[in-house]
């Protein structure tokens, strides 16, 4: 069992559409990141939350905390090819560091 | 580039053989990681060495060992390999900065195992 859980496990969409994917846990995390990864690389930070209620935009992207500081969502507006790949939320906790299973996403042109 | 580096990129061995992969964090960071990724899998924590000793322990075999060294670099040793230990290794560095802890990934070492 996943200590998060990440939905939807796939997304194919067409470029210019919207979409939010999520990052659940019924544990508290003291900060939580989400990390975009390609094909044979490591994954790459895009944001870290930390604060319950938390909303953080890095240009297309908009990240959610909850209030709670249990879930997270990513919400892509307009979706460029370039956002292609894996979508990986990691909770940090006092020396763990717990990842999600992804989200594999492809846009088509 | 994140500034970790991992070494070799990619590996290439039989089962039962033993192999060692390298990692060198971030400098300044003293936390490294080790992460398993197979195919189309999320990323399964290994262990975790701070400053030259074990932190925290995930999911890691019995056949696994990994050390940190004084000059923070880390190795992360696997033997008796078997064919479903091929897989992508990743190590990562931290910065922690009050609560936020953030991890840097190495490109990874594609390990396997024929």
């Known amino acids: 069992t996943q200590l998060l859980e990440q939905s939807p496990q796939f997304l194919s969409i067409q470029e210019g559409e919207n979409l939010t994917v999520y990052c659940n846990s019924s544990s508290v995390f003291s900060s939580l990141q989400w990390y975009r990864q390609e094909p044979g690389e490591g994954p790459v930070l895009l944001v870290t939350v930390v604060t319950g209620g938390e909303v953080k935009k890095l240009k297309r992207l908009t990240f959610q905390f909850g209030d709670a500081r249990k879930d997270s969502s990513l919400h892509i507006t307009a979706a460029q090819t370039g956002d292609t790949g894996l979508y990986l939320c990691?909770?940090?906790?006092?020396?763990?560091?717990?990842f999600g299973s992804g989200t594999k996403l492809n846009v088509k042109p | 580039d994140s500034g970790v580096t991992q070494t070799p990129k990619h590996l290439i061995t039989a089962t039962g053989q033993r192999v060692t992969l390298r990692c060198s964090p971030r400098?300044?960071?003293?936390?490294v990681y080790w992460y398993q990724q197979s195919l189309d899998q999320g990323l399964q924590f290994l262990i975790q060495y701070y400053n030259g000793e074990e932190r925290a322990k995930g999911n890691i075999l019995e056949r696994f060992s990994a050390q940190q060294f004084p000059d923070l670099h880390s190795e992360l040793n696997l033997s008796s390999l078997e064919l479903g230990d091929s897989a992508l290794y990743f190590c990562a560095s931290s910065a922690r900065q009050g609560l936020e802890e953030t991890q840097y990934f190495g490109p990874g070492t594609r390990l396997l195992v024929l």
């Open positions: 990691a909770g940090g906790g006092l020396n763990k560091f717990y």
């Open positions: 400098s300044g960071d003293l936390s």
